[in-house]
C-alpha cells in the first residue's frame, strides 16, 4: 500500500484560534495521488488540537468563548509555576491552553474516497490554536491506492 509523509504549516493568530485546514489537506491528497485509503493528521504541538466540525464564524466565536469558560487562562494552574519548573523564564503560563488541547486531542483520522478527503457537507478540519500566535505544523500520513 503506498503512502506519502506531508506538513502543513500554519501561522496562527493570537489567543485561542480556529484555522481551516481543509484545502492544504486536500493539496496534500492530490500530491499524492492516493485514490482509495485514509489521512492521519497529528498536530506536532501540545498546546493545539485538531478537529472535525464546522467552520462557521458564529460557532467558532461560541468554540473560543467556551473553551475559555471551562479552563480560564488566569486560574490558578501549578504549570504556571514557571519558577518552580526546569524550563527557560520566557515560558508562557499556558495550562489552560494543554488542558483544552487535551479535551480536544492531537490528532484525526479521515477516509480517502475516489481521491478525496471524505467529509460531510458542513465538516472541515481544523487546527484549534490555544496559545498563540505561533508557526505550527501538522504532520500528515496519507496511505492507500
Do not use: K
Amino acid at each position: 500500500m503506498p503512502s506519502a509523509y506531508r506538513r502543513i504549516l500554519v501561522h496562527t493568530r493570537p489567543g485561542v484560534s480556529v484555522h481551516d485546514i481543509t484545502p492544504e489537506l486536500r493539496a496534500c491528497v492530490a500530491r499524492a495521488g492516493i485514490r482509495e485509503g485514509f489521512a492521519v493528521l497529528s498536530t506536532l504541538h501540545t498546546t493545539t488540537a485538531i478537529t472535525v466540525n464546522e467552520h462557521e464564524s458564529r460557532l467558532l466565536a461560541d468554540v473560543r468563548r467556551f473553551f475559555l469558560e471551562l479552563a480560564p487562562p488566569h486560574a490558578r494552574y501549578l504549570h504556571n509555576d514557571i519558577h518552580l519548573r526546569d524550563c527557560p523564564p520566557d515560558e508562557p503560563q499556558n495550562a489552560h491552553a494543554h488542558l483544552i488541547a487535551m479535551m480536544l486531542g492531537n490528532s484525526e483520522t479521515l477516509p480517502i474516497h475516489e481521491g478525496e478527503v471524505d467529509l460531510g457537507r458542513w465538516q472541515s478540519v481544523m487546527l484549534v490554536e490555544l496559545d498563540g500566535p505561533r508557526e505550527r505544523s501538522i504532520a500528515v500520513q496519507l496511505w492507500g491506492d
